[in-house]
């Protein structure tokens, strides 16, 4: 997740093969552990889970702006600086490229992961209230081509459009659970893998980037086929070797929100490392480790805090 939002120009490639299954990965494994309620709950759970951490990141993000605006800029550029900003978590775009109508919006970075993540889980949890077998797939495939359709004209806010898009990965993984595909996987063994990678090859060889933000599958439902064949050829890898997320898999959308936070200021005020006099893949190498270390250093920093806090409080009630 965090190399993917690094300068990869250095080896362009490495883009392409990231891209091509890592946000479908997140999808995947969220419909492989989804379970069904009221509509009432399922909005209360994902408001909790995905909009909440959402909300916190923004106010969080807005309000050291604010803080650094007192030493930085005067009122007038801080209330356009902010308006801005404010627009950024309104509007919940993931990329600006294009000429669509509010395309040129300004991204919200990569939390437009937990709103998609959000509508995802709602939408597939209304459609399997309402329908079962292949009228819900059929009503989920139409679901994605009219949100990849429509992308091409318009792009919605609140990431609504990649949200409708990712229902299809959200039933994958419960597919996937509920026909023990990882261990029908594993047991195809050699043959899964050359397939699986016969088939990478052929989606990244043009170096089109799969872009779940806009909508964007280069090679349309064979981009889909893809995905999940390589997030099946990993998670059989993670089963096989059997490596473990400890506390990192355990907070990753703490990770994320941070991340997010940290790319914001570092293009705020225009931080690269490109000003460091060594060979591009060096330079590539340290922005990762520095990236991947600040992220992990203020999550843990957060988590310890908010253990101190909730403590605390115990303590205080009793």
Known sequence: MIVGHCDLSAVPYLKVIIYSFHMPLFFIISGFFFKEATQKEAFSKYTRNHIKPYGITAIVT?????????????????????EKWALRFFFGSGISDGGELFASTPIVGPIW???????????????????HGIELA???????????????????????QAGCSAVLYIWIGEQIRQHNAIERYSQIGVFA??????????????????????????DGLLS???????????????????????????????????????????????????????????????????????????????????????????????
């Open 62 to 82: 807005l309000g050291i702006l604010l803080l650094l605006s007192t030493y930085i800029w005067n009122f007038s550029v801080l209330k356009d600086f902010i």
């Open 113 to 131: 992961f937990l709103l998609t993540l959000f509508w995802a889980m709602l939408f597939y949890n209304f459609l399997k209230i309402h329908f």
């Open 138 to 160: 059929i009503i989920i495939l139409a679901l994605f081509c009219v949100a990849c359709f429509s992308v091409s004209f318009i792009r919605l806010p609140f990431s609504l």
């Open 193 to 218: 893998t050359i397939a699986t990678l016969v088939l990478w090859l052929l989606c990244i060889k043009d170096g089109k980037v799969l872009i779940m933000a806009i909508c964007f599958y280069p």
């Open 224 to 318: 889909v086929i893809v995905s999940v064949a390589v997030t099946l050829f990993f998670i059989c890898a993670i089963k096989r070797f059997d490596l473990k997320g400890g506390w990192i898999g355990q907070h990753t959308l703490l990770i994320l929100c941070v991340h997010s936070t940290i790319l914001y200021f570092k293009r705020i005020f225009g931080v690269s490392l490109s000003i460091i006099p060594m060979k591009a893949i060096y330079t590539l190498l340290l922005e990762i480790a520095i990236q991947i270390s600040a992220a992990l250093i203020i999550s843990y920093f957060i988590f310890l805090l908010h253990n101190r806090i909730v403590k605390t409080s115990l303590l205080n009630t009793q």
